[in-house]
C-alpha cells in the first residue's frame, strides 16, 4: 500500500522568505501523481501543484517549486516571496496511475510571520 | 465555472441515527470522491465514484455507502452513527485518473 509521509508537523517562516516543506512517499509503482495541497483555515482544500512521475522535470507554479527525487521518492515543497496568505496546512498527496485514490501525508502547518 | 458543492455545511446528529450528505461536482467532471478527515486520523479516503459506479472503496465498514447519479451528483450515506464519525466530511471532483482533484468546503458532522 503507498503511504506518504510528512516529517514535519509545523514550520514558520518570515514574510519574504524562502520555505522548503518535506515529503516523502513509499510505492512499487513506476507511474503515478504526486500532489500539493493548501488548506486554509477556511477548510477549503486548493491544489498548489501536480507533479507526474513519468516527467523529469520539476513542476513550478509561480512562487511554488517541487523537488522531485524519483529514486529517493522524495517530493518536497518550496515557496519563494512567502507571503501571509500561504499561512496554511500543507498536504503532500499521491495516486496512482490508474486509479483517483488519493493517499495524504499528516500535513505541515505553515505560519508565515510578518 | 462553478465549484465543488457540498451540502450542508454543518450537521448535529445523535448516536444511532443516519444522515446523507450531497456533492455536486464541477460541470464536467464524471469523477467523485469522498474523504473523512479527523484530527487524529487525517485525511482517509472512503470512496469514489465515475459515472455511476463506484470504482475504489477505502477501509471503512459498511455503514458509509455512497451513490452517484447521471448528473454526477453525488450523496454519501452514513447508518447507525457513532461518536467517532464526528469529522468534516470532503467531497472532490475531477475529470478522471491523475486529475488534480477539486475540493469543496466540507461538511462538518458532530455526533452527540
Known amino acids: 500500500a503507498q503511504t506518504v509521509t510528512q516529517s514535519q508537523p509545523e514550520m514558520s517562516v518570515q514574510e519574504a522568505e524562502t520555505v522548503t516543506l518535506s515529503c516523502t512517499y513509499d510505492?512499487?509503482?513506476?507511474?503515478?501523481?504526486l500532489f500539493w495541497y493548501k488548506q486554509p483555515p477556511s477548510r477549503q482544500m486548493i491544489l498548489v501543484i501536480r507533479?507526474?512521475?513519468?516527467?523529469?522535470q520539476n513542476a513550478t507554479e509561480n512562487r511554488f517549486s517541487v523537488n522531485f527525487q524519483k529514486a529517493a521518492k522524495s517530493f518536497s515543497l518550496k515557496i519563494s516571496d512567502s507571503q501571509l496568505g500561504d499561512t496554511a496546512m500543507y498536504f503532500c498527496?499521491?495516486?496512482?496511475?490508474?486509479?483517483?485514490?488519493?493517499?495524504f501525508g499528516a500535513g505541515t502547518r505553515l505560519t508565515v510571520k510578518p | 465555472k462553478a465549484g465543488v458543492t457540498q451540502t450542508p455545511r454543518y450537521l448535529i446528529k445523535t448516536r444511532g441515527q443516519q444522515v446523507t450528505l450531497s456533492c455536486s461536482p464541477i460541470?464536467?467532471?464524471?469523477?467523485v470522491s469522498w474523504y473523512q478527515q479527523t484530527p487524529g486520523q487525517g485525511l482517509q479516503f472512503l470512496f469514489e465514484?465515475?459515472?455511476?459506479?463506484?470504482?475504489n472503496k477505502g477501509n471503512f465498514p459498511g455503514r458509509f455507502s455512497g451513490r452517484q447519479f447521471s448528473n454526477s451528483r453525488s450523496e454519501m450515506n452514513v447508518s447507525t452513527l457513532e461518536l467517532g464519525d464526528s469529522a468534516l466530511y470532503l467531497c472532490?471532483?475531477?475529470?478522471?485518473?491523475?486529475?488534480?482533484?477539486?475540493f469543496g468546503d466540507g461538511t462538518r458532522l458532530s455526533i452527540l
Open positions: 460541470s464536467g467532471h464524471r469523477s
Open positions: 498527496a499521491f495516486t496512482s496511475y490508474n486509479n483517483n485514490d488519493m493517499r
Open positions: 465514484y465515475f459515472s455511476e459506479t463506484q470504482r
Open positions: 472532490a471532483s475531477s475529470l478522471g485518473n491523475g486529475q488534480p482533484q477539486h
Open positions: 510505492t512499487s509503482e513506476n507511474n503515478y501523481y
Open positions: 507533479q507526474e512521475a513519468y516527467k523529469q
